[in-house]
């Protein structure tokens, strides 16, 4: 339902941009999200865009560095990371739900993407 891709290693103050490709069921009128898990921690919530792109929310740790947007044409979500710092090191998730709000939950979502791992070396 979801595909996940453009990670990698990267030096800190970089920029890496992930994308994430969602089937028309899972990306119709919903929710699309970023979480994240770095190693040993729990998945943490990065940030979300509502169906029209009107609305995003994001984590205190990635606001004014991270930003998400959306093209409905081609069912695709993106993540663009700026300034990276080795603390974003994690494995990236890209997540939708049915609904017109976005959830910083993690249980709140329908349909995972399989991960796509960013390293930021220092």
């Known amino acids: 339902q979801l595909q996940a891709s453009g990670g990698g290693l990267v030096q800190a103050e970089g920029s890496l941009r992930l994308s994430c490709a969602a089937s028309?069921?899972?990306?119709?009128?919903?929710?699309m999200a970023w979480f994240r898990q770095a190693p040993g921690k729990e998945r943490d919530f990065v940030g979300g865009?509502?169906?029209?792109?009107?609305?995003?929310y994001y984590a205190d740790s990635v606001k004014d560095r991270f930003t998400i947007s959306r093209d409905n044409a081609k069912n695709t979500v993106y993540l663009q990371m700026n300034s990276l710092k080795p603390e974003d090191t994690a494995v990236y998730y890209c997540?939708?739900?049915?609904?017109?709000?976005?959830?910083?939950?993690?249980?709140?979502?329908?349909?995972w993407g399989q991960g796509t791992l960013v390293t930021v070396s220092s």
């Open positions: 865009i509502n169906y029209s792109g009107s609305s995003t």
């Open positions: 028309r069921r899972a990306s119709s009128r919903n929710v």
């Open positions: 997540a939708t739900r049915r609904a017109d709000w976005i959830s910083a939950l993690e249980g709140d979502y329908d349909y």
